[in-house]
């Protein structure tokens, strides 16, 4: 992902709906992120939440 937020900030986001994480990177759409999320980490952001989760 070359967007602001990345990964790190993505699983300090917490609880932030996708749709509010989408815009604040500026993705089109919670769809576009996820894709482009998937595609750099290898699994879908829900995954990365509850793997990453402290």
Do not use: K, V
Request: aromatic share 10%.
């Amino acid at each position: 992902m070359r967007r602001p937020s990345g990964g790190a900030a993505f699983s300090s986001a917490g609880a932030l709906p996708l749709a509010d994480i989408a815009a604040t990177a500026r993705f089109a759409d919670h769809a576009h992120l996820t894709h482009r999320f998937h595609a750099h980490y290898g699994c879908p952001p829900s995954e990365f939440r509850r793997t990453t989760r402290h």
